[in-house]
């Protein structure tokens, strides 16, 4: 993907306690720049979030860490619709499929990836409102997403 540097790439793969707490921080604050609709800034954090579960699934292949890459993927699948990298939304679903297919856990796509799949191809301004009523799940307050 490229969003972590290599070597912060080796230090958390050495780590796995201080990747999970750094996946918290990112994630958190890519949910705060979606909030602020700063596309393409969630964009980069929600590119190293998903580095950093990917990190975490490679470790230890549990139904957790898929969970967490999927929403991980989920999210940043909404900011890039919304930023200035919407062409890349069918060759970011077909990446994170990709990754899924060489889980020796078996993943649930029709379960597991419907959303994915939704957030990717449906209207944009459908997603949004999905999106929304997420965010206030997770945030409390509503907030505006356009």
Request: charged letters at 20%; aromatic letters at 8%; a positive charge.
């Amino acid at each position: 993907m490229g969003f972590l540097c290599s070597n912060h790439k080796q230090f958390l793969t050495a780590n796995p306690k201080v990747a999970q707490k750094k996946w918290h921080q990112i994630i958190r604050d890519a949910r705060q720049l979606v909030t602020e609709e700063q596309w393409s800034k969630a964009v980069i954090y929600y590119g190293n979030a998903l580095e950093v579960s990917d990190i975490l699934l490679t470790l230890n292949s549990c139904e957790k860490n898929q969970e967490r890459y999927v929403q991980t993927a989920l999210e940043m699948m909404h900011a890039v619709r919304n930023s200035q990298h919407q062409a890349e939304t069918v060759a970011f679903y077909h990446m994170v499929v990709n990754r899924l297919n060489k889980e020796p856990l078996p993943v649930s796509f029709d379960t597991k990836l419907s959303p994915l799949k939704e957030v990717a191809f449906e209207s944009l301004a459908k997603v949004n409102q999905w999106m929304q009523q997420w965010h206030a799940i997770i945030h409390g307050p509503s907030i505006q997403l356009h």
